[in-house]
């Protein structure tokens, strides 16, 4: 059994952002030598997401509106009691979806036609780590 | 350590549609041979989910209310703009959840009483399918 | 490749509770004795969720608070028909996501300053089980 761990970082220009790290994730299994196994994509921060879905613009901004719609910024979360103004990117991250585990096959990610992995942060204009771990031989 | 990949193939006739799929992993683990390790179950279309929740009729239904209520089907998504018509489906897919990792004990599928693994189609009456993945020993 | 598998037990005393398991699963952790892994902490029943996100109690308020708002108690879901009371909470369980895998680097929990496991019981005041499975080297 091998492992490889990888932190990547990321400082969105914008408070809400989605990423697609499809590409770096590739270069990691490339990397990595592991022909199968499981990678976990976890963003080490709770108020952040990484989510596999189309890598469409208009899709993102349907993500991004349909969570403002169920969990919106600005509210009096009790979340604020503490100082902190984000309760919305707490909620938010729940509802996408916190984290995925990946599929190595043959040395390559195993993904149908249309999946690509996204990180979409919700409290950004700051510096965040997303966790790669991979298991396998 | 070994490994063990499968690709499990759905084509419903509806275009919304929960398919228990717990005899199928359990038919795969016994083939696999593998006693103690994780089972990624994964689907490779972004419109579709795999979770884990009851075997009941009503609550099938109630979870496509809950998601029809929260993301319906036939608003002007962004995502239309593309040609698409199916922006409900992927979001429904996240608020549903996307994919689950099972644990694997002695050689079977280690579930509490009610554990039922489904394949939720969001988008469907095509060819989909969903990956299949153990790592173990 | 080791594998390392443990079952803790909830019984709550609120229908609905937010607790923090990660001492717990730090325990598990050491007693396993795995350098490098990957552990996966399901809950064995489907009123239940297991989640990442900051240990503050205001939070829990608002998660709760928001769960309740999206699938709230006491509706006439199609669930009910079976003599249930708990349709809520196997909604409340896919919306705030079912399970999480967790990263084990160097002995440890590989997590962000805030990352915090929890317990979340949305039909409670009676025994539980939570699947703790570890996988690594």
Not at 32 to 55: F, K, R
């Amino acid at each position: 059994m091998r492992s490889h761990t990888e932190y990547l970082v990321f400082n969105t220009s914008e408070r809400t952002q989605i990423i697609n790290i499809t590409p770096k994730l590739a270069e990691i299994v490339a990397k990595a030598g592991i022909q199968e196994g499981l990678m976990l994509v976890n963003p080490m921060h709770i108020t952040a997401s990484v989510y596999v879905n189309d890598a469409e613009p208009g899709l993102y901004q349907d993500i991004l509106a349909k969570l403002e719609e169920l969990a919106p910024y600005g509210k009096p979360y009790k979340h604020h009691q503490t100082g902190e103004d984000n309760g919305d990117a707490h909620l938010k991250r729940q509802l996408l979806g916190q984290q995925v585990t990946l599929a190595i096959t043959k040395g390559q990610l195993d993904f149908g036609p249309w999946e690509q992995v996204h990180y979409a942060e919700f409290d950004g204009r700051r510096k965040k780590r997303v966790l790669v771990k991979i298991l396998g031989e």
